[in-house]
């Protein structure tokens, strides 16, 4: 999988990524549609421009690059938001080889860009093609960041939470600084965020909604997803089995003192940095 550099503005990120992947995002935009029809503006898109208007920009972006509707795509957002629910983990230094955030992929359309905001620090960005969130990635200040799946919001209303990862990478260098920014920021659905950096600081916020809470700091922390594969995924960890062993064929593992990421689609895994 060869990422695509996305610069500038947020309506230029978005553009770029629509072109390279137009079909794609045509695809989730017309079915977003034909299964949500709605007129005019949706409560989760007046949500977007409200809170997070660089991701409403950029979302605007992938239409126009991919010559999509714009509706669907936001209505595509609010689809992502019942997507599989699975655990992220977080790896302190010295765990497993840590510091690390692994996350399983599930699900189609999964791309990586080089987004290089004009304002903002660059990363490498692992999401869906239709999608203007990063739902994982590492950025140049040695941060990465992994949402797990998220439920949809009670009300449909608000962004879902895997949005905030994107702030994390574009703004912070300290799992701290990102993580306390998770849980101020209005974002809602049922999901967990982990946080890395190059120092091995280990961190994670559970979100429910309005509500946040804290994972305590460990040297191995796994957050999100249903009690049996979380328990599942940090015993194998806790046992010392490797990252390809504790998770499934599908899975990334984001290095962020390498400022790189390891992609695995069923055999070894692709290796790529953010300096390439």
């Known amino acids: 999988m060869e990422p695509v550099a996305c610069a500038g503005v947020p309506r230029d990120l978005g553009v770029a990524q629509g072109r390279a992947w137009a079909e794609a995002v045509r ?25 997070h208007p660089q991701l409403a920009e950029r979302t605007g972006g992938i239409a126009v690059g991919a010559k999509a509707s714009g509706p669907g795509l936001f209505l595509a957002l609010g689809r992502e938001a019942a997507a599989e629910i ?24 999964w791309i990586v860009r080089r987004s290089e905001p004009e304002a903002g620090i660059p990363a490498l960005e692992l999401t869906r093609a239709w999608l203007a969130p990063a739902l994982a990635g590492v950025n140049a200040e040695g941060l ?27 703004r912070f260098a300290a ?33 429910d909604g309005d509500e946040r809470l804290r994972v305590p700091e460990s040297e191995i922390l796994v957050a999100g997803g249903a009690q049996g594969p979380r328990e599942a995924l940090a015993k194998a960890l806790r046992e010392g089995a490797a990252w390809t062993d504790a998770l499934p064929d599908r899975a990334v593992r984001l290095e962020p003192a390498g400022r790189r990421l390891l992609l695995r689609d069923g055999g070894a895994p692709q290796t790529l940095a953010l300096a390439d």
């Open 144 to 170: 990465a960041v992994a949402a797990s799946g998220f439920g949809p919001a009670a009300s449909g209303a608000a962004t879902p939470g895997f949005a905030l990862v994107q702030d994390c990478l574009s």
């Open 86 to 109: 699975e655990p992220v983990a977080g790896l302190a230094a010295g765990a497993a080889g840590g510091p690390a955030v692994l996350r399983p992929l599930s699900g189609d359309g």
């Open 175 to 207: 799992a701290e600084g990102a993580i306390e920014w998770c849980c101020r920021r209005p974002a809602g659905g049922r999901g967990a965020i982990v946080a890395v950096d190059a120092t091995g600081a280990t961190l994670a916020v559970e979100i």
């Open 27 to 51: 695809g989730a935009a017309g079915a977003a549609q034909l299964l949500d029809a709605v007129a005019g503006r949706t409560p989760l898109e007046t949500h977007l421009w409200r809170h």
